[in-house]
């Protein structure tokens, strides 16, 4: 569940990160991916009424355990 990933802080920086790129530019991307891996684990529980608690999810897993 998306509720069980713990608090992130956020810290914006005024400085060009020049090391990266010549641009200066910083990712944020990361921080939209933190519920990802719980949401898919629970679509998949709702699709297919397993539980599956690790990760990667494979289908070995699933029949294992159905």
């Known amino acids: 569940m998306n509720a069980d990933v713990p608090d992130i ?8 990160d020049t090391i990266m790129n010549e641009y200066g530019a910083r990712g944020i991307g990361e921080i ?5 891996a719980s949401a898919l684990a629970s679509a998949t529980f709702h699709a297919t009424g397993v539980r599956v ?5 494979r289908i070995e897993k699933l029949l294992a355990r159905s």
């Open 9 to 16: 802080d956020v810290i914006f920086l005024d400085y060009p």
């Open 32 to 36: 939209g991916l933190t519920g990802c």
């Open 53 to 57: 608690r690790e990760l990667p999810i």
